[in-house]
């Protein structure tokens, strides 16, 4: 079973509007990163949260991390066309070498 | 410049053909891996190499064999072609281990016909 997993599979909004996007994990973790990845490239690093702490911002992006719920949630405010992508959480693992990847999250910002 | 490059982009080939993808990297990072992207998004690890050492082998079959002639290159040659190594595969570089930031080229799609 994957160790990060992203819900939904897929979402829809409206320019203008927020997105969230949450991942769950099953191990202890190092650190967790989101990525996004346009149609057709590749993925280009989000942002990096630590198991230390709770919440991160860059510009419009916010994430969250609740470690006693495995979980982490990724929001994008004010949506733009431009957002639509997948976005893909990835967990580095406390003790192991690699990171594992989610199945993504497909965003569709309707203009 | 381009921070972590592939080529070629695009790779068609028959069934049973040896085929090379190159990967370069200009971050200077000590780290490089190949990743493989199967048609549902879903991404692997295939191999990680550490200063031109192997650190991560998943278990890949063997017809595929990385090659680190120095750690800014890491090449992923494939032997015998196989219907079901159509994917897009990706290179990718770190500053430091394993579990940091990664830095993804534009990635390869393979298809075998």
């Known amino acids: 079973s994957q160790q990060g997993e992203e819900d939904p599979q897929a979402l829809s909004i409206q320019e203008g509007e927020n997105a969230t996007m949450n991942c769950s994990y099953k191990?202890?973790?190092?650190?967790l990163q989101w990525y996004r990845q346009n149609s057709g490239r590749g993925l280009v690093h989000l942002i990096l949260?630590?198991?230390?702490?709770r919440e991160k911002h860059s510009g419009r992006l916010r994430v969250t991390l609740d470690t006693s719920k495995k979980s982490s949630s990724l929001l994008i405010t004010a949506s733009r066309a431009a957002d639509t992508a997948s976005y893909f959480c990835?967990?580095?693992?406390?003790?192991?070498?690699?990171?594992?990847f989610g199945e993504g999250t497909q965003l569709t910002v309707n203009p | 410049d381009t921070a972590v490059s592939q080529t070629p982009k695009y790779l068609v080939t028959q069934m049973g053909n040896d085929k090379s993808i190159k990967c370069e990297q200009n971050?200077?990072?000590?780290?490089m891996y190949w990743y493989k992207q199967d048609s549902k998004k879903f991404l692997k690890i295939m191999f990680s190499?550490?200063?031109?050492?192997?650190?991560i082998n998943e278990t890949v079959p063997n017809r595929f064999s990385p090659k680190s002639p120095d750690k800014a290159h890491l090449n992923l040659h494939i032997n015998s072609l196989e219907l079901g190594d159509s994917a897009v595969y990706f290179c990718?570089?770190?500053?430091?281990?394993?579990?940091?930031?990664?830095?993804f080229g534009p990635g390869t799609r393979l298809t075998v016909l």
């Open positions: 190499y550490n200063n031109k050492e192997l650190i």
């Open positions: 990835a967990t580095g693992p406390l003790s192991g070498s690699r990171l594992t």
């Open positions: 971050l200077g990072h000590d780290t």
């Open positions: 990718a570089s770190s500053q430091e281990g394993s579990t940091d930031t990664q830095y």
């Open positions: 949260i630590r198991s230390n702490e």
């Open positions: 191990t202890s973790i190092n650190n």
